[in-house]
């Protein structure tokens, strides 16, 4: 199928940018569209919350957004993306300078499946409370670990390498070892959880040396009730809608 991307990418409209979409460990920012320039391929978007810096690297990039499709379905469209630039002062219609990313962009535009690419970074709104259970002991987050991102197919986690002078237990997890997890999805600005979900999960990478204190564990979910991936899939989206409306704002 093909797409009219004159149709599509158009200023103001929200988009995802999916990082090494085709590895192991996809991941995703929010962002939204300054300019376009159909003549020269190349798109202006908004420096998204974890802005890119010189220093970004990838193997590959993606600039996605969601459109309508056949019987009131929805699909994702995606480009592939070169190169990018990065703009300190980007000149907004209102007067005002933002930092901004310039995108080269490659035809054609396609539909992108990435339903494990929406790694969530939590914030201080949407935030996820959770316990481990390994080696049948409990581990309870902001104590033995905290969630650093979440999706549909798994969680990243940042576990503190020593608890009370001693090493966190934690630290000695292994490379599919399985663990039960449980997660409590929490909109601040809501009176009772969004989620309260049990899950199975296989540890799938972990790097000791994160940080100087810090570990993190990659782990992917292998069971997950259809509910359950219904709530999660909600949470998620209503987090990136408040980052895109963010976004909006500051665009405005």
Request: hydrophobic fraction near 45%; charged fraction near 10%.
């Given at each position: 199928m093909g797409f009219d991307i004159n149709k599509i990418f158009l200023p103001s409209v929200g988009v995802d940018i999916i990082f090494n979409m085709n590895s192991l460990a996809p991941y995703s920012r929010s962002s939204i569209i300054y300019d376009v320039d159909f003549k020269n391929q190349?798109?202006?978007?908004?420096q998204p919350l974890i802005p890119f810096s010189k220093n970004t690297s990838f193997k590959e990039l993606h600039l996605t957004t969601?459109?309508?499709g056949k019987n009131k379905r929805k699909m994702r469209v995606g480009i592939e993306c070169s190169h990018l630039n990065l703009i300190d002062q980007y000149a907004l219609a209102n007067n005002t300078n933002v930092a901004a990313v310039l995108l080269k962009y490659e035809l054609p535009a396609k539909e992108t499946n990435i339903r494990s690419a929406f790694r969530l970074p939590l914030s201080t709104k949407y935030i996820i409370k959770g316990k481990i259970l390994y080696h049948n002991l409990e581990y309870h987050s902001s104590r033995d670990f905290s969630i650093r991102d979440i999706s549909l197919t798994g969680l990243g986690l940042t576990v503190p390498k020593k608890r009370n002078n001693t090493l966190n237990p934690l630290m000695e997890i292994k490379i599919n070892e399985e663990i039960k997890v449980g997660i409590i999805?929490?909109?601040m600005n809501q009176?009772?959880?969004?989620?309260?979900?049990?899950?199975k999960a296989q540890v799938k990478r972990?790097?000791?040396?994160?940080?100087d204190t810090h570990g993190l564990v990659g782990i992917k979910i292998t069971t997950l009730k259809r509910n359950d991936e219904n709530i999660l899939n909600k949470f998620i989206h209503d987090a990136q809608i408040e980052e895109l409306k963010r976004l909006s704002r500051r665009h405005l």
């Open positions: 190349t798109i202006t978007i908004a969601i459109i309508p999805l929490i909109n009176d009772k959880p969004a989620g309260n979900i049990p899950l972990i790097n000791p040396a994160y940080s």
